[in-house]
């Protein structure tokens, strides 16, 4: 199956002489700092590639100047790499025309932005059309799909006020309900929550994980929270100084930090609905008869249950917890290897990076 999104080698130097100094980069395999000497300019995406199929929500993780954002505009070409190429659907998007590009633009991707840039003139209703006026849409027929994308977000009725009468948390909803009435099929959401009160971005969160399982919309969302990236992101890639140092699942971030650089960023995240059952159980084949009764007393729970699901098994029946795949019992989960999982050892797989 043909990925939603690829980058391939994508480089993006910023100064003046940045074909100069991607040269060097390709045929001195110089640093990043050597190349901010030399030539004055900045590699702020170093070599990145990565794959995005259909549906998936994909975060980006990196802090502040870490090339995620300035990754996720390739992705519409607002931004033009110096080496690479971005393909959506299997097209090189660097070959498009103007006339296609804003196409693409218009029907195929939504961008959701970090300060929501609704227009202040126009109310809610007019803001979420406005994708949809552009294409020419008659007005009736906007209307009727931004009322609908409203009613997702949760802000029915709201769209006759102004944006300034809303809150930040409701403006954000806007953004995000403009971004979906034009129905793309791509969404790349740009540290959409980061200006929001806890609380309120822990709704927002909730409510966007509902909303992609409706739409199933392949999204890209900028982040520098991982606890953001885990609880949304299928897969994570992190960033630094312009490169991906890992790209996987939560779970595998978590568990299997491909560096220092990760495991700082990974210690004292909660490891309870990221780490699945599987990856703290013993082997069936090491397995003994625990205390407190026999085996077949045990309860059972899927590989896929997280720590979360464990701890209340074990709540109820003070008992290890077989782990059932396809049927079959394939582990059991001890306290003792529970509470190792909490604390990011777990038995199963690999251990963390040291």
């Known amino acids: 199956m043909v ?3 690829e980058c391939r080698g994508l480089w993006k130097v910023f ?3 940045s074909a100069e100094a991607m040269m060097a980069i390709k045929s001195e395999t110089v640093g990043r700092e050597e190349i901010r000497e030399r030539f004055g300019c900045i590699p702020a995406v170093a070599d990145v590639s990565f794959d995005v199929v259909h549906g998936e929500i994909f975060c980006v993780m990196g802090l502040s100047g870490s090339g995620k954002s300035t990754v996720v505009r390739h992705i519409n070409r607002l931004i033009e790499p110096t080496s690479g190429q971005v393909f959506i659907d299997g097209r090189d998007i660097s070959e498009l025309k103007p006339k296609e590009l804003r196409q693409l633009r218009a029907a195929k991707i939504g961008m ?5 840039g609704l227009l202040p003139h126009r109310n809610v209703r007019d803001n979420v059309s406005f994708p949809l006026e552009l294409r020419g ?15 997702m977000v949760h802000l029915t009725g709201w769209g006759d006020l102004m944006p300034d009468e809303l809150s930040g948390g409701m403006q954000q909803r806007v ?3 403009r971004a979906i009435a034009a129905n793309p099929d791509i969404l790349l959401m740009d540290e959409p929550f980061s200006a929001l009160d806890p609380l309120i971005r822990r709704e927002l969160q909730a409510q966007f994980l509902e909303l992609s399982k409706v739409l199933n919309k392949t999204t890209i969302f900028i982040t520098h929270d991982l606890d953001e990236a885990i609880r949304l992101g299928a897969r994570i890639a992190i960033m630094k100084d312009g490169s991906i140092v890992q790209v996987g699942t939560p779970e595998e971030i978590l568990t299997r930090p ?4 990760v495991e700082d960023f990974v210690r004292g995240i909660s490891r309870l609905e990221a780490v699945k059952a599987r990856s703290v159980m013993e082997p069936v084949e090491a397995c003994t008869s625990a205390s407190g009764g026999t085996a077949e007393d045990h309860p059972e729970a899927p590989a896929e249950a997280d720590l979360a699901q464990l701890i209340d098994i074990m709540i109820k029946g003070r008992s290890p917890v077989w782990v059932v795949d396809a049927g079959k019992r394939v582990g059991l989960v001890t306290i003792e290897a529970l509470l190792r999982g909490i604390r990011g050892t777990p038995t199963g797989g690999s251990e963390p990076h040291v």
């Not at 959701?112 to 929501?116: A, G, I, L, N, S």
């Not at 849409?137 to 009613?151: F, H």
């Not at 491909?258 to 650089?261: G, K, L, S, V």
Request: net charge negative.
């Open 175 to 177: 953004g995000i309900a």
């Open 112 to 116: 959701v932005f970090q300060d929501r």
């Open 137 to 151: 849409v008659e007005q009736e027929s906007r209307n009727g799909v931004a009322e609908e994308a409203l009613q």
């Open 15 to 17: 100064g003046t002489r």
């Open 258 to 261: 491909a560096d220092r650089y």
């Open 3 to 5: 990925p939603k999104i």
